[in-house]
């Protein structure tokens, strides 16, 4: 059996060859620990701060003061590009930019949209929104590629009366009658039916 003298002497010698190391490691692991509790910390005020933005957005949307609300959409796209408001933040600067007659910008905001939404719900949306911005734009051929693709059942209503929108712009009143039918006929149907009639009536149409 060892005596006292020999595993202190041992002890010292383990020390010097390993104790730097185990520091270090209780340093790095207690290092890590807070630099872990910090990035939480970060990242919880980071969505408060995101979230305080898209509360004033939207209070100032819904009190007609459009220029602060695109001023607060532009921080949270440019200061929180990660955070999940950016897209209803494209979404209220392209509403500001068609109440101010600027189609083009609107237009960019939806595409951002579509680029990174595409196959959602908002991306579909944010394509409804496109193609009547374009048809607004006088674009007509562009706003019916927007729409050519499969949209969710949900989306059939709407996006059958902006084609018919669409193609009565063209001048082109069978294919605008159909667009309307079948958004008559579509499960939900539309928003308004009565104005859809409406605008079968203006085409010479009862039924």
Do not use: C
Request: net charge negative; no cysteine.
């Amino acid at each position: 059996m060892e005596t006292d003298e020999e595993q202190v002497e041992k002890l010292k010698k383990w020390w010097q060859e390993n104790g730097r190391s185990v520091v270090a490691g209780v340093i790095i692991g207690v290092g890590g620990l807070f630099g872990y509790r910090y990035w939480v910390d970060y990242q919880n005020q980071i969505a408060e701060q995101a979230s305080a933005h898209f509360s004033d957005m939207v209070e100032a949307l819904e009190a007609g003061k459009n220029d602060k609300a695109a001023g607060q959409a532009e921080i949270l796209i440019t200061d929180f590009s990660s955070s999940e408001y950016v897209v209803m933040a494209r979404f209220a600067l392209a509403r500001t930019f068609v109440e101010n007659g600027d189609f083009d910008k609107a237009g960019e905001q939806l595409q951002q949209i579509i680029g990174t939404a595409d196959n959602q719900v908002l991306g579909y949306l944010a394509r409804k929104r496109l193609a009547a911005v374009q048809l607004q734009m006088s674009l007509p051929e562009r706003a019916l590629s927007t729409l050519a693709i499969e949209f969710p059942e949900q989306f059939s209503a709407a996006v059958e009366e902006l084609k018919g929108d669409i193609f009565t712009a063209q001048g082109k009143a069978s294919e605008a009658v159909e667009a309307y039918r079948k958004a008559l006929r579509s499960s939900p149907g539309p928003a308004d039916s009565t104005f859809l009639q409406q605008k079968l009536d203006d085409l010479g149409v009862t039924s």
